[in-house]
């Protein structure tokens, strides 16, 4: 499975947009990108997928590169709820194993 | 429409004591997972059920961890004896039977071994 970095901890002020970028230099052609954040003491929360082209949905919009190595989650106008560790996985087609990473933890600003 | 169920969201015992987690997926999901997430880590999948079947357990430490699924709905994951290392937040997930539907978490147990 295509391993993916991220920044380990980002800031972001109340009201703006949070732009989370994701590394997946090695990814194939038929994994997925999955974005999941988890908000403290509760599981993971999916948030939004896509495999080549954009995506957006009413949680936030995902930015695919074209050559696909790397991925930008946007959170269009991050609230404080948004604070949370955000984890990008890339997942092969066809299977259900999900590698998830260390993540971002990113905190919104008042 | 109710989420993933868990309980105890908390447990606290001594090594050497058994312990078991209780799951309740979202109705009409047939496909059930089990995570193990370290403090600061993202979560690592235990076991995977397909209704009643465990079809990815290679990630189970199967000397002392067990687990199962009657009826393919609710599941149950043992550990027996609890060593130090194994304190940390146990998830359930489930979803759909398409490979690419999402993952609905539980809130998880947190287990303390001391």
């Known amino acids: 499975d295509a391993k993916t970095t991220q920044p380990p901890s980002m800031d972001c002020a109340e009201g703006r947009a949070a732009n989370l970028p994701c590394n997946h230099s090695t990814i194939s052609g038929n994994e997925y990108v999955y974005w999941y954040r988890q908000i403290h003491s509760q599981g993971p929360q999916y948030i939004i997928h896509g495999l080549k082209n954009n995506e957006t949905n009413e949680m936030a919009s995902l930015i695919i590169t074209e050559d696909r190595k790397s991925s930008t989650l946007i959170l269009p106008h991050a609230t404080l709820r948004d604070t949370a560790v955000y984890y990008c996985i890339v997942r092969v087609g066809g299977t259900y194993k999900y590698i998830f990473g260390t993540g971002t933890r990113l905190k919104v600003l008042a | 429409e109710a989420g993933v169920v868990q309980s105890p969201r908390y447990k606290i015992i001594e090594k050497k004591q058994p312990v078991a987690f209780w799951c309740n997926p979202i109705?009409?999901?047939?496909?059930l997972y089990w995570y193990l997430q370290n403090l600061g880590q993202g979560p690592e999948l235990l076991i995977r059920y397909e209704n009643e079947e465990a079809v990815d357990d290679s990630q189970l430490p199967k000397d002392r961890f067990s687990a199962e699924r009657l009826k393919g709905v609710d599941s149950t994951l043992k550990i027996q004896p609890a060593e130090l290392g194994d304190s940390a937040v146990y998830l359930c997930?489930?979803?759909?039977?398409?490979?690419?539907?999402?993952?609905?978490f539980g809130p998880g147990t947190r287990l303390t071994v001391l």
């Open positions: 997930a489930s979803s759909l039977g398409d490979s690419r539907s999402e993952q609905f």
């Open positions: 109705s009409g999901h047939n496909t």
